[in-house]
């Protein structure tokens, strides 16, 4: 005999973005993610496919050189790609991260700033560049992404 089990998980109605009729309200959803709020991810602005989003400083001990750890800066343009991602979609979308490439050009001192744009979408995919710049404003790290439109849907099994 072969039975459904319901594997929907249930979402907290703060993960879904506010309404793109009113993009004022993103920075402050967005800095409020959990993620964000570990990060230390302050989100100071997010339009139609854009979000700008800082790294004051940094949650994890600094490297020997005072530099942010290469983890927690790919950590916080993951979640800051996200939030772009999100914006590209709509209020209701929760994208999933299918990839994310670094090139670490020079140390991160902190703070940081990540700006992101999504540069190509399609039905299932978007395509996300994320550049971090340093407290001189000086690139120091480039991502580039690829986020599933449909990779956080809830799905569901059939056991035996």
Not at 5 to 13: A, G, H, L, N, R
Not at 25 to 35: D, G, I, K, R, V
Not at 49 to 73: K, Q, R
Not at 77 to 86: C, E, K, L, T
Request: proline share 8%; with cysteine; glycine share 8%.
């Amino acid at each position: 005999m072969t039975k459904h089990i319901d594997t929907t998980p249930s979402f907290d109605s703060a993960f879904l973005a506010p309404s793109t009729d009113d993009w004022s309200a993103w920075p402050t959803w967005a800095s409020n993610l959990p993620a964000s709020r570990c990060l230390g991810l302050r989100v100071t602005s997010v339009g139609p496919g854009t979000a700008t989003a800082f790294l004051d400083e940094s949650p994890w001990p600094l490297n020997p050189n005072s530099a942010v750890h290469g983890g927690l800066v790919a950590a916080a343009a993951d979640q800051a790609g996200g939030i772009a991602a999100v914006a590209a979609l709509g209020e209701r979308a929760l994208p999933a991260t299918a990839t994310l490439h670094a090139e670490y050009l020079r140390p991160a001192f902190p703070g940081l700033q990540l700006d992101c744009r999504v540069v190509r979408g399609g039905k299932t995919l978007l395509f996300v560049e994320i550049d971090v710049l340093d407290r001189k404003g000086q690139l120091c790290t480039k991502f580039n992404g690829t986020w599933s439109v449909f990779g956080a849907v809830p799905s569901t099994r059939t056991a035996e």
